[in-house]
């Protein structure tokens, strides 16, 4: 059982940032796929960003690449995602993802077993 606790959301006016954090109660340092997803009202909750092997592989939605950057602290047991140039269209809720055991990451809800509470980012024109 992996638990997943997400901070960092809040309001911003549009091109500013934020750093979002996920902590996770325990994984493993390699074999650990982890995501962020987000999901605005009356839409479907997409993929975002995603880290696995480790750290070594990372994917995007192209509407983030560029902008944003996920990376992990194992130390910590942390993940982040760095949002940079934030745009009205990036306002949501932002969820942590985790699945254990995992082999190759990607962006599919499907793939993740373990999901935070969310913290919402709200950007203003």
């Known amino acids: 059982q992996v638990q997943l606790v997400e901070s960092g959301g809040g309001s911003v006016q549009a091109g500013g940032s934020l750093r979002l954090s996920c902590v996770a109660s325990s994984y493993g340092y390699y074999s650990t796929c982890m995501a962020w997803f987000r999901q605005a009202p009356g839409k479907e909750r997409e993929g975002v960003a995603s880290?696995?092997?480790?750290?070594?592989?990372?994917s995007y939605v192209d509407s983030v690449k560029g902008r944003f950057t996920i990376s992990q602290d194992f130390a910590k047991n942390t993940m982040y995602l760095e949002m940079n140039n934030l745009q009205p269209e990036d306002t949501a809720m932002y969820y942590c993802?985790?699945?254990?055991?995992?082999?190759?990451?990607?962006?599919?809800?499907?793939?993740?077993?373990?999901w935070g509470q969310g913290t919402q980012v709200t950007v203003s024109s």
């Open positions: 993802a985790a699945t254990p055991s995992c082999l190759t990451g990607g962006l599919s809800r499907a793939l993740y077993n373990y």
């Open positions: 880290i696995w092997r480790g750290g070594l592989e990372t």
